[in-house]
């Protein structure tokens, strides 16, 4: 029982937030400019990381259910800007959000990665949708569109 008390007093809400953060830096990198790599492929392209990120979210999620923050209070962002950020300043809903949107984003720059080898576009043209991706998300998936567009000389709204 104590080593479950020394667990949890150490995986506190910032503890897996700097973890978090310091696991999926070398991944962009990586997937950056080795994403045809064997390391690529087995932490990028794998279940590897997202199991991580899933099982630090149930931890998250553990959390806030022990300190009796209701979890329903989720709903609660689709009623207004105000509630998001009501939300967001729990810490335990803040690193929920942000390990899912550092997921997400991965998985979306591991596909572009990966989408760009398919369809032989050079990997220095993929270099900038992938840090857009990075820091924007979205708008760097508009952006490797577009190249794909160019370069591959595909078009479609779906996969």
Do not use: C
């Not at 667990?7 to 990198?29: G, M, R």
């Not at 998985?107 to 991706?133: C, M, Q």
């Amino acid at each position: 029982m104590s080593f479950l008390i020394k667990f949890q007093d150490y995986f506190t809400f910032e503890i897996i937030y700097l973890w978090a953060n310091l696991i999926v830096l070398p991944l962009w990198i990586l997937l950056i400019f080795l994403p045809n790599s064997n390391l690529s492929k087995v932490l990028i392209n794998s279940i590897t990381i997202p199991l991580l990120f899933s099982i630090a979210y149930i931890y998250a999620a553990y959390q806030i259910f022990l300190l009796e923050i209701p979890i329903y209070n989720v709903f609660n962002l689709y009623q207004g800007i105000d509630e998001l950020y009501a939300l967001f300043a729990d810490e335990g809903f803040l690193i929920i959000f942000w390990l899912h949107f550092l997921a997400i984003n991965l998985f979306v720059g591991s596909w572009i990665a990966r989408d760009g080898i398919r369809n032989n576009i050079v990997k220095k043209i993929i270099f900038l949708p992938l840090i857009f991706v990075y820091f924007t998300g979205p708008v760097g998936l508009l952006l490797y569109w577009i190249i794909r567009m160019v370069f591959a000389r595909r078009f479609s709204f779906n996969e």
